[in-house]
């Protein structure tokens, strides 16, 4: 049977709670799929309004496009 310490508890949580700055390229994976799904089949002309929901989405996350 293995014993948890505290200080190994606390040593996880902290792990947990420390936030690594968000990629771009993994910021809005909803909208970043069906954009990118769009331009394949239908070329980027046609999806124009998919684009800006993922750049807003992107904006709104604090990257600056």
Known sequence: ?????????????????????????CACPETKKVRDACIIEKGEESCTDLIEAHKDCMRALGFKI
Do not use: D, F, H
Request: charge should be neutral; glycine fraction near 4%.
């Open 1 to 25: 049977m293995s014993t948890i310490s505290a200080a190994s508890v606390e040593a996880v949580a902290v792990e947990g709670t420390e936030k690594k700055p968000l990629k771009p390229c």
